[in-house]
């Protein structure tokens, strides 16, 4: 393994020694400029979302399902985020990338909601939790119809985004009245 990792890094470095020379030396550097600037917003978004996932990944249950969902689906959205950046034609099929990464940064809202709990969590955080999650499947699903041109109406856009909004915000003060009270800790 740590040959692999010295292997990787000597690609990484090697890359961006290409890229700084490329970018110092071109005479019209603009597109190069977009491109290397899409991708490291992709890194940092997707990051994000994959280490959200990665908290999930030695939990029991379904939570290290979720959490290994998020992982994958962060990565195919990142590889693909590549394809759509780095060729001639940027961006030509923009509908399926920002689908790609509306799931992906709603599976990363789903494993903050996830993470932390233990399976003693009183009933009120399990149904706030679980409304949280309803309301981000419902969201990923909305968005995959609206991106295949089905008419879904911005009503059921608003009320799945008020069911999570309320849920996921609620959980941080369930947890102090639990604790508070001290029946979950």
Request: hydrophobic share 55%; proline share 3%; glycine share 12%.
């Given at each position: 393994?740590?040959?692999?990792?010295?292997?990787?890094?000597?690609?990484?470095?090697?890359?961006?020694?290409?890229?700084?020379?490329?970018?110092?030396?071109k005479?019209?550097?603009?597109?190069?400029?977009?491109?290397?600037?899409?991708?490291?917003?992709?890194?940092?978004v997707?990051g994000?979302?994959?280490?959200?996932?990665?908290?999930?990944?030695?939990?029991?249950?379904?939570?290290?399902?979720?959490?290994?969902?998020?992982?994958?689906?962060?990565?195919?959205?990142?590889?693909?985020?590549?394809?759509?950046?780095?060729?001639?034609?940027?961006?030509?099929?923009?509908?399926?990338?920002?689908?790609?990464?509306?799931?992906?940064?709603?599976?990363?809202?789903?494993?903050?909601?996830?993470?932390?709990?233990?399976?003693?969590?009183?009933?009120?955080?399990?149904?706030?939790?679980?409304?949280?999650?309803?309301?981000?499947?419902?969201?990923?699903?909305?968005?995959?119809?609206?991106?295949?041109?089905?008419?879904?109406?911005?009503?059921?856009?608003?009320?799945?985004?008020?069911?999570?909004?309320?849920?996921?915000?609620?959980?941080?003060?369930?947890?102090?009245a639990?604790?508070?009270?001290?029946?979950?800790?």
């Amino acid at each position: 393994m740590r040959q692999l990792s010295r292997i990787v890094l000597a690609i990484l470095y090697g890359g961006g020694a290409v890229l700084l020379i490329l970018l110092v030396a071109k005479g019209n550097a603009d597109a190069l400029t977009a491109r290397v600037g899409y991708t490291a917003a992709s890194v940092i978004v997707l990051g994000l979302v994959a280490g959200a996932g990665a908290k999930l990944l030695y939990e029991s249950g379904p939570a290290s399902v979720w959490g290994y969902g998020t992982v994958l689906i962060a990565a195919v959205t990142f590889v693909l985020a590549m394809v759509e950046i780095w060729p001639d034609d940027p961006f030509p099929n923009r509908v399926r990338t920002m689908v790609m990464v509306a799931i992906s940064i709603l599976l990363g809202g789903g494993s903050l909601v996830l993470s932390g709990e233990d399976d003693g969590a009183n009933q009120a955080i399990r149904i706030a939790r679980g409304a949280a999650i309803v309301a981000l499947l419902a969201l990923g699903l909305l968005t995959v119809l609206i991106a295949s041109d089905v008419d879904v109406g911005a009503r059921w856009l608003g009320i799945a985004s008020t069911v999570f909004l309320v849920a996921a915000l609620s959980l941080p003060f369930l947890r102090l009245a639990d604790e508070e009270s001290g029946v979950g800790g």
